[in-house]
Nanobody, 118 residues
Framework: QVQLVESGGGLVQPGGSLRLSCVVS????????MAWFRQAPGNERELVAS???????YYPDSVKGRFTISRDNAKNMVFLQMNSLKPEDAAVYYC????????????WGQGTQVTVSS
């Protein structure tokens, strides 16, 4: 099993930045892909960033150019750098792991709250 623990959420003003961290219990080099999802009240959970063990990244148009996913294999950590934050970015952010392409994203952290407000 893969255990994930997120941190770094908090309150930030519009236009500000936050860096989220995810500690993974297993070597992320052996995991097919890591990702960040978010879910706001009344909305479905949505993918905001993903990275494969080969370094390929994906971002939806809503965050492209503002968010950056990265990893530190030596520390078994994954990060989400969020810049130019907007009120619509407010949500609970979840770290997720995909052990193999056939399994999907089936491992989840507890989530960390991001609030964007003046």
């Amino acid at each position: 099993q893969v255990q994930l623990v997120e941190s770094g959420g908090g309150l930030v003003q519009p236009g500000g930045s936050l860096r989220l961290s995810c500690v993974v219990s297993k070597s992320i080099s052996s995991i097919y892909a890591m990702a960040w999802f978010r879910q706001a009240p009344g909305n479905e959970r949505e993918l905001v960033a993903s990275i494969t063990n080969g370094g390929t990244t994906y971002y939806p148009d809503s965050v492209k150019g503002r968010f950056t996913i990265s990893r530190d294999n030596a520390k078994n950590m994954v990060f989400l750098q969020m810049n130019s934050l907007k009120p619509e970015d407010a949500a609970v952010y979840y770290c997720s792991a995909r052990r193999a392409w056939t399994l999907g994203f089936t491992y989840w952290g507890q989530g960390t709250q991001v609030t964007v407000s003046s």
